[in-house]
């Protein structure tokens, strides 16, 4: 039985899986009087008249919805709610998993992104953070950034910015596997959505490599018109470009990061990189190319999104120990936590191989040097 | 230390009643890919072809959001979202605790009801059915109504629905006590939000007895003027009335239901009550008089609304039991099983008496038998 097979079979045994359990006690009615009627009428009046309190009698110190429209889940692209709650009810139990973090999957019947807004804000009391996932560009941009002007809670993108912090991560470390510096290297990037946006402004932030960005159109540049404004910022981080699609744009490039479509690249493409080229084939959940024939084809580090590979650039690396932190400090994520929270993954691989570069998710340690960086 | 500051004392010691767990193993890559990526990948695939069967793959034939304004929290009035958490938190262990049913608190800091009925309907797909909760009397009734028309998940305003079950099923065993017929009987209801209406529509379907319903401007008649449709409505429950106040409407009356404020009632009133009346002091959470005080004055039966006096009328009898049997047959509640509940309730006392018309929220056969109305 394949792993798909395998998870299908999974889920409908478990019917879910995920459940909500008392933290209190609950056997007579003395502790229905304390933590129910009449007793939760004096915590309900004190938040009343101290409502920035609901996280120290309320599980809001360590609570953050995982809010979903179902607009762009996994690689499957627009497959709406439904489709989108099992990886929501996947990621709750990540978030307990690896940060003790309660995690409360919400699926949305509605893709337009003021309404996500409105209702964001409308939910937003009875949660810690807000974690939004699989919401497809370039909504996402927006909808992220007015909520952060409107909720002092911590916001979060995860397609975003966990998989930016996680791919700067394995790039440090494949950099000094292969003996290069990020900073000299080409990078070639297709997928321009909300992960190649992140991805690409935090390389750009951490080292400013030349950084020459593809979309389904072909390779951003200034000259194209009516480009979005990320996509804009994108073209600004190529040097003397002058290639038009991913093959002429791969020869003699350093590193290839793929966050769009699988089979994209072949062993011929990878033969026209520089020597010891590095292969970050993200899509989900098939790769740009399978590890295999990148490396038959010279690649010297290859990555991929999934579990059953070496090097998983995964989320799971960035999101828990980024949460738990701002839960921890009441604090919202900015830039230089970021690119802090990439290097701390990398150093806990003292010493990165062809096939370790990041470290595993059930590694302890990433959880805590992650969190640990809301505090520098 | 009294319940209030025990409450206090206890919450700020457990930061919140509730947590989510996993219910699938995760101690491994080949746990993370099975129930997150790429395995989920599939059920994700299915879901989007087959949007229905997420209650076969995902926790949403088991859960229910309990969702409130903040608008009438208790007895407290219009305390907004961060007064009512932690009230949703303790309906989320209730759930659990009575009827194994996760329930997922979410307090809205908007109070318009066109909104509510958006934001409602927008997170539906999320979960199994929607508890509203604690939203205030005219509004309640109109998103309630709306989303039923909306959505085909189970949706149940429990201020309602779930406390007239519990006050009907009370007053079966009362009657049965004092040796009176509901239907020959003059009840005075003072209190017309929402839970005093649905105690009078439901009461009156059982028995159609003679009701007076009361609210702070006297008693309603079809006398006055822009009544709402639900008073005007209650209005025809009454048969011979000439009181226009509680004093006056209590002579010889055989029931007195208060779902209103502390204090109303006095000793005298019950005196001019007819032999062997029976108080239903509801209010939260002091009820309009002490049970002391009311059968000081010739109270045969004295039920409230608190866990720490005998006849408890609480809702947490009917909730889980109605959420459980919904969930569990896919089906909404209507009139038929909302009176076939309330008889079940009453009916697993054997022989009632003065000190217990109804069974304790402990007692294991309550959830089964109001669950199993929906298979009647």
């Known amino acids: 039985m394949d792993i798909f097979n395998k998870a299908l079979a999974e889920h409908k045994k478990y019917k879910g899986k995920m459940e909500i359990v008392s933290r209190v006690p609950l056997n007579n009615k003395e502790d ?83 309404e996500i807004i409105n209702i964001v804000t409308a939910i937003a009391p009875s949660f810690g953070g807000i974690n939004l996932e699989d919401i497809s560009a370039p909504n996402c941009f927006y909808i992220e950034d007015q909520l952060k002007k409107r909720l002092t809670i911590h916001i979060m993108h995860d397609d ?103 089979n994209l690249l072949n062993k011929e493409m990878i033969r026209s990189m520089a020597k010891d080229p590095i ?37 799971v690396l960035a999101f828990p120990g980024l949460f738990r932190g701002a839960l921890d400090t009441q604090s919202t994520i900015n830039e230089s936590h970021k690119l802090a929270a990439a290097e701390a993954i990398a150093n806990i691989i003292k010493s990165p191989t062809k096939t370790q570069i990041i470290p595993s998710p059930f590694d302890k340690n990433v959880v805590k040097v992650v969190a640990a960086v809301y505090k520098k």
């Open 160 to 262: 975003q910015h966990g998989t930016a912090v996680v791919v700067l991560a394995g790039l440090i470390n494949a950099c000094k596997v292969t003996n290069r510096k990020l900073q000299d290297s080409k990078v070639v990037l297709i997928g321009a959505g909300a992960a190649g946006v992140a991805i690409a402004k935090l390389l750009y932030q951490y080292a400013k490599p030349n950084i020459i960005a593809i979309d389904s159109k072909g390779v951003i540049t200034k000259k194209r018109k009516n480009l979005s404004p990320e996509k804009l910022l994108l073209s600004s981080y190529s040097q003397d470009n002058t290639a038009t699609d991913l093959k002429g744009s791969l020869k003699g490039a350093d590193i290839f990061i793929g966050v769009s479509k699988s």
């Open 279 to 315: 292969i970050f084939a993200l899509a989900n959940p098939n790769p740009e190319i399978t590890p295999t024939d990148a490396i038959n084809a010279g690649a010297a580090v290859v990555a991929t999104g999934r579990s059953d590979y070496p090097n998983q650039v995964n989320n």
């Open 32 to 114: 229905l009087s304390t933590y129910y009627s009449p007793g939760v009428a004096a915590v309900s009046k004190h938040l009343a008249k101290h409502p920035d309190q609901t996280n120290i009698y309320t599980n809001t110190h360590n609570s953050v919805a995982i809010v979903s429209d179902g607009s762009a889940v996994l690689g499957l692209g627009n497959i709406g709610p439904e489709g989108a709650l099992p990886v929501m009810e996947g990621k709750a139990i990540l978030f307990k998993k690896f940060a003790n973090i309660d995690g409360y999957p919400i699926v949305l019947n509605t893709q337009d992104p003021n």
